[in-house]
């Protein structure tokens, strides 16, 4: 057989084979095998859309997060703050009122103890005047029990009396 | 430990395949006086209606392909009534002498010249018996061989590739049947990259969006068919070793297919750029014309040379440095002719993808340039 010629029986069984294996590959192969290619190539394009979108919806939840994190922390110090002008607004008031008050209480023992005092001194007074005529009343009948003594007072007064 | 027992063995087959290679031709070079290269290789890059696996070319093992002729009906018998038939020798009319086989049994009234395959007249002699005589002008008979169908060495070498290629595709067509759009593995894994390659790089990137698809299957077919067939060759044992990528008649084929598909999915652009280039002048029409209409035919020429071209040589390249052993007749010219064998054979593994991708984009150029659409 000659190297450069065509022969008539190989043509006829390579365009049979060929043809048949054109269409068996092409109906029971390549169209199973490309479909499912194609296939996988779209879910992974869909699954790659899918992560970017989730990243996106991601970044936005965490920024409302942060912003709600943000809010309650100033809340927190809001309040806290408040709580501890309050606080520190009763305790205030509370000094005050037992300031007066303690005020009030020293006034009113001071006022009683003047009252006592006063009426003690009177008494007092009393007293020491009920017994000073008791004791003048004591040296007067002492100084009179005699005659000579009577006599040597009214002398002594005389002389007094005379000095002056 | 499994891969390397594998390996393993697999290294021992290879050896044990290489050790029939070699037997063959030194059967040869002990029998015959002058080994005779360009016999030999020529032998063995043309077609043949035995498939010889080992031993002596005669005598050897060898598998005898059935011969199919239409001749008058459908004759079929095996070949071996040619490769054992009667050796005959007749002198040509210009003093040649000439060697062919003549059949017997079934393949009585045929003879065997070249591997091609001739009807015999019938003559009487000067004796007065019938006898089936071939005549010759020079070395070249002087009738037109028979309308020869046989199962020839390359067609079933294309049975074989043929086959391969339809139970590893359908391994793979299954895998994703069973599991659907998953990751590929097993078998798929290694296909698939080549199928997306073709669909992506060749089709796609040739012939344009959206026009691609239904050229797509074809287009995988012919690089698959090609590379598939291409290995088969290389392999030196018996299911390859056939020269079929290197047959003229095989790379005919696929470049008239090609060329069919190209006219067939052309468009009014196409035959506009061949009729009526644009921006050439009226006047330069009767040359431009011819070219263009030359340039149709000569695009799937050149595939069809460079496929036959590259796969021929690479099979004369590794026999000629085989060769060199049985020439010198000496085992030591091995160590020279091995290692330039064994580099030729894996430069040879490169070409067979190689040409293989070569052929396809080609192909989607051409059919490119005749889907396309006006751009101007």
Redesign the interface.
């Known amino acids: 057989m000659n190297l450069v010629t065509p022969d008539l029986g190989l043509l006829f069984w390579t365009g049979l084979v060929f043809c048949l294996l054109l269409f068996v590959l092409t109906k029971y192969a390549w169209k199973p095998i490309l479909n499912a290619v194609n296939t996988r190539e779209q879910k992974i394009t869909e699954a790659l859309k899918l992560a970017e979108k989730t990243k996106a919806e991601m970044q936005v939840l965490k920024a409302e997060n942060d912003q709600i994190l943000k809010a309650a922390r100033t809340e927190r110090d809001q309040i806290l703050k408040e709580a501890k002008e309050a606080a520190n607004g009763m305790i205030e008031e509370a000094k005050g009122k037992a300031k007066v008050e303690a005020a009030k209480l020293v006034e009113s023992a001071r006022q009683n103890i003047n009252s006592e005092k006063a009426a003690a001194m009177a008494e007092l007074k009393n007293h020491v005047a009920s017994l000073s005529l008791q004791i003048a009343e004591k040296v007067v009948r002492q100084e009179l029990s005699s005659d000579d003594k009577q006599k040597a007072l009214a002398n002594q007064l005389a002389g007094e009396i005379k000095m002056n | 430990m499994q891969q390397v027992g594998k390996v393993s063995s697999l290294f021992k087959i290879i050896i044990f395949a290489l050790s029939f290679l070699v037997y063959q031709p030194l059967a040869n070079a002990a029998k015959e006086e002058s080994f005779n290269v360009s016999e030999m290789i ?1 032998h063995h ?3 043949a209606h035995e498939w010889h696996i080992a031993g002596p070319e005669h005598g050897g093992i060898s598998l005898y392909l059935p011969v ?1 002729l239409l001749d008058n009906g459908l004759k079929t018998f095996s070949s071996k009534y040619f490769y054992h038939g009667k050796k005959c020798e007749v002198i040509s009319k210009d003093g040649t002498t000439v060697h062919y086989m003549e059949g017997v049994g079934p393949a009585k009234g045929y003879a065997l010249y ?3 395959i001739y009807k015999l007249e019938k003559t009487n002699n000067s004796k007065g018996q019938s006898v089936y005589i071939l005549k010759f002008h020079g070395e070249h008979p002087e009738n037109s061989p028979t ?6 060495k ?2 079933a070498s ?2 074989i590739g ?1 086959l391969l ?2 139970i590893l ?2 391994r ?2 299954r895998f ?2 069973k599991n ?4 590929p593995s097993g078998i ?1 894994k290694f296909l ?1 990259p080549l ?2 390659v073709i ?1 992506d790089d060749i089709a796609q990137e040739n012939i344009g969006h959206g026009k691609h698809h239904k050229y ?3 287009l ?2 012919i690089f ?2 090609i590379w598939i067939n291409n290995l088969l060759g290389l392999v030196p044992i018996f299911p390859g070793g056939a020269n079929l990528t290197g ?4 790379t ?3 470049a008239l ?1 090609t060329l069919f598909l190209t006219l067939f999915s052309s468009n009014k652009n196409y035959w506009k750029h061949i009729f009526a280039t644009p921006g050439v002048p009226i006047a330069l029409m009767p040359i431009m014309i011819p070219i263009e209409i030359v340039g149709i035919f000569t695009k799937p020429f050149a595939l069809m040379i460079r496929l036959f071209a590259n796969i ?1 040589a690479g099979h004369i390249i590794i026999l000629a440095l085989i060769s060199i052993i049985f020439i010198n007749k000496h085992i030591a010219w091995g160590a020279l002719s091995v290692p330039m064998a064994l580099f030729i054979s894996c430069l040879e593994m490169l070409v067979a993808v190689l040409q293989a991708y070569l052929f396809a984009l080609l192909s989607a150029l051409f059919i490119g340039a005749a889907v396309e659409e006006a751009h101007h």
Do not use: W
């Open positions: 020529m890059i043309n077609d199919i070249h591997e091609e309308l020869d169908f046989s199962i020839t390359n067609v294309l049975f043929a290629i339809i595709m359908l793979m067509a994703y049947r659907g759009a998953v990751a798929a698939e199928i997306v669909r797509v299957p074809y995988i077919t698959f068919f047959n003229i008649t095989i005919f084929f696929l297919c021929t």
